[in-house]
């Protein structure tokens, strides 16, 4: 889980106050009523990376929600890793970059740039679409397509759900809802932002693998 810290500033009134919590992150209400945090990161240099190892653990609002320093951002990263995230070496300035550039409280994010999300991704820019939907989503964070890691390995989940006409609706339901259970005691995070044609192509994909 990623843990917010952010510096309060030395003579704000009226600041938003983020609190570092076990459950994410907590901030308290500054005058007006701001609007809900995206529920996914913007497409960017990196976006897709970031989604991938940032949400095994929570979803991405606790990032659309904060804005913070590169420093604190260095910070979070390294805490993370602390705490078990599973991010390669060489994938850190990525998901730090990115950060920094799109969630930095001290400067004007660029603007979206979809072709460029899926860099520093193992698979690149050559990724098939349902890779790269994969990718998003944050699904080979925890599932590889022949090995079991954090959770089954797709061509286990097809294999269980073989002849079974009512996969689609389970797996939909798993994905969105999340829980524990089916492949073990390891919970598998809720996925609800995912659009229903990403859900369609991923869960096609995966039951048609033998």
């Given at each position: 889980?990623?843990?917010?810290?952010?510096?309060?500033?030395?003579?704000?009134?009226?600041?938003?106050?983020?609190?570092?919590?076990?459950?994410?992150?907590?901030?308290?209400?500054?005058?007006?009523?701001?609007?809900?945090?995206?529920?996914?990161?913007?497409?960017?240099?990196?976006?897709?990376?970031?989604?991938?190892?940032?949400?095994?653990?929570?979803?991405?609002?606790?990032?659309?929600?904060?804005?913070?320093?590169?420093?604190?951002?260095?910070?979070?990263?390294?805490?993370?890793?602390?705490?078990?995230?599973?991010?390669?070496?060489?994938?850190?300035?990525?998901?730090?970059?990115?950060?920094?550039?799109?969630?930095?409280?001290?400067?004007?994010?660029?603007?979206?740039?979809?072709?460029?999300?899926?860099?520093?991704?193992?698979?690149?820019?050559?990724?098939?679409p349902v890779a790269r939907l994969l990718n998003?989503?944050?699904?080979?964070?925890?599932?590889?397509?022949?090995?079991?890691?954090?959770?089954?390995?797709?061509?286990?989940?097809?294999?269980?759900?073989?002849?079974?006409?009512?996969?689609?609706?389970?797996?939909s339901r798993k994905v969105r809802e999340g829980?524990?259970?089916?492949?073990?005691?390891?919970p598998m995070p809720p996925n609800p932002a995912?659009?229903?044609?990403?859900?369609?192509?991923?869960?096609?994909?995966?039951?048609?693998?033998?």
């Amino acid at each position: 889980m990623i843990l917010i810290r952010k510096a309060a500033p030395a003579l704000a009134i009226a600041a938003t106050v983020v609190v570092v919590a076990a459950v994410g992150i907590v901030t308290a209400p500054s005058g007006a009523q701001e609007p809900e945090p995206a529920r996914t990161l913007t497409p960017g240099k990196g976006s897709d990376l970031t989604t991938a190892r940032c949400a095994t653990c929570h979803d991405a609002m606790h990032i659309t929600r904060a804005r913070l320093s590169r420093g604190e951002w260095e910070f979070n990263i390294k805490n993370m890793i602390e705490r078990g995230a599973p991010m390669a070496p060489a994938e850190i300035p990525v998901i730090l970059e990115y950060l920094a550039a799109y969630y930095n409280r001290d400067s004007v994010p660029p603007p979206p740039d979809p072709s460029a999300a899926g860099f520093g991704m193992e698979s690149g820019a050559d990724a098939g679409p349902v890779a790269r939907l994969l990718n998003a989503n944050a699904c080979v964070a925890c599932h590889t397509v022949d090995k079991r890691i954090v959770g089954p390995s797709f061509r286990e989940v097809a294999a269980k759900f073989a002849g079974d006409g009512n996969a689609f609706a389970k797996l939909s339901r798993k994905v969105r809802e999340g829980g524990a259970g089916n492949w073990g005691n390891v919970p598998m995070p809720p996925n609800p932002a995912i659009s229903d044609a990403d859900l369609r192509a991923i869960l096609d994909w995966v039951l048609a693998l033998k």
